[in-house]
């Protein structure tokens, strides 16, 4: 299924796509074929579309599977997911 691969013939699992990678087709046989989320973004394992990639913590965007940006000097983002990043409390960095 979408989400893994599978290395060899058999009855055996396939294995999942590791976090940080999606995998849109099915009957795949190499790791390779899971591919990298953009960057600032990130995916737990088995995810099957790139819009399972979703900004790291540090990193925003308003949407899925799309390059995240940093958050500016001043600025912080303390979840997954999209969304904007927050100003800082006073005094602190």
Known sequence: ????YKPTNGTSPCS?????TFNEDTGQAELS???MCPYGTDSPPLTPLLIGCIPMPGFYSLSTGVVAEQCSPGYFKANN???LCNACPAGTL
């Not at 299924?1 to 893994?4: I, Q, S, Y």
């Not at 999942?16 to 940080?20: A, E, S, V």
């Open 1 to 4: 299924p979408a989400g893994t």
């Open 16 to 20: 999942p796509c590791p976090p940080g």
């Open 33 to 35: 074929s899971c591919r």
């Open 81 to 83: 997911g999209t969304g």
